[in-house]
């Protein structure tokens, strides 16, 4: 049975990939990009894993598709046609998936008690957790509590890219709005009509 | 916007109960799957929702960009935060053992101190990145 839902899964997530792959329609690529984060859910939750489950179904299909959407409301709908036959970049990605696929040839079989996964740490939190840290749900205490450096770097991770997307983004008190009269050039789009704008002045 | 009106209501009803549910996941880590992040983006996700129907600038009157802002930072400090606690009460840094003297009460109350501080800066960190990209380039009316 697990079997069938796997291979089910899977067959999902490889049409999803193509239909995002020969799609033009922006928003339909993104609507199904969400899909394929909810299928990705959904194969964690066959593997057990709940809490990676949760992230993705909240992260990946949630905010991520909202987030894309927003910036499709600034990029337009229609993907523009490639003008070059991308030929290079299909033997790149071939090189590369092979040669991963080559790679998981080396990998310990699947769900083995005796994988190296299963034998360096992972004895010590299933079977001291509970009374070393408390929670009964064991990923807790090893994110919040074992791998605390670990979960701060991440958060501080997350507060990193928050400053890097507001650099980029940000309009504050100091920047002119578009609608403006003058235009601050802090953009591509913003200098070109602001250009446009000078030489109907001077002309 | 005036015209939809079953989304509207419908977002208006939603809204609560992914809050509450946000808080759930936040509170019931500890049991079962969830925690600081996942509640940091469900519990943002409901004023991007509100911002989705009512429009951005309702939802920056009830929830200001410094507010998320200032959350985005705010959550790290409280992570690291008590880490430093726990240096001064003569741990490790994010020793949280060393917090109480209970050593599972300190557990938890570490564990709750630093998962609350990943909530409030995903939660921040989502608001913010959302306001970004969808304050950008609309021109005001």
């Not at chain 2, 989705?52 to 009157?61: D, S």
Request: glycine residues 12%; aromatic residues 10%; contains cysteine.
């Amino acid at each position: 049975m697990d079997a069938v839902i796997d291979i089910a899964l899977l067959a999902f997530l490889g049409i999803t990939a193509l239909a995002i792959l020969r799609l033009r329609n922006l928003f339909a690529v993104v609507m199904l990009s969400g899909i394929y984060s909810l299928l990705c859910a959904l194969l964690y939750t066959t593997l057990d894993a709940v809490d990676v489950a949760f992230t993705e179904a909240a992260v990946g299909a949630g905010i991520s598709t909202v987030l894309l959407l927003a910036a499709l409301s600034l990029v337009g709908h229609e993907e523009r046609k490639p003008v070059r036959r991308p030929v290079l970049p299909l033997f790149v990605v071939l090189v590369t998936g092979g040669m991963l696929v080559y790679g998981t040839s080396d990998m310990p079989p699947f769900g083995q008690p005796d994988n190296p996964a299963h034998l360096h740490v992972a004895p010590r939190y299933v079977e001291e957790s509970g009374h070393e840290v408390g929670p009964p749900n064991i990923v807790t205490s090893v994110l919040a509590s074992y791998r605390g450096y670990d979960t701060m770097g991440e958060t501080t991770v997350i507060f990193t890219a928050v400053v890097g997307v507001l650099l980029l983004l940000h309009r504050g008190k100091g920047t002119r709005r578009p609608g403006s009269p003058k235009r601050a050039p802090d953009t591509g789009a913003d200098e070109s009509e602001a250009a446009r704008g000078d030489d109907e002045a001077h002309g | 916007m005036d015209d939809r009106v079953v989304l509207r209501v419908g977002a208006k009803i939603l809204i609560p109960f992914i809050l509450l549910f946000a808080l759930y996941v936040q509170f019931h880590g500890d049991y079962g799957p969830g925690g600081g992040f996942q509640a940091g983006v469900i519990f943002a996700a409901a004023f991007i929702l509100y911002a989705l129907v009512y429009g951005l600038e309702n939802a920056q009157r009830v929830l200001p960009t410094w507010v998320t802002h200032t959350c985005s930072a705010v959550g790290v400090m409280i992570y690291a935060g008590t880490g430093v606690v726990a240096l001064l009460k003569g741990g490790a840094f994010l020793d949280y053992g060393a917090l109480l003297h209970d050593a599972h009460h300190a557990q938890h109350w570490g564990i709750f101190s630093v998962e609350f501080g990943v909530l409030v800066t995903v939660f921040g960190v989502m608001v913010s990145i959302f306001y970004a990209f969808a304050g950008r380039g609309r021109v005001e009316s």
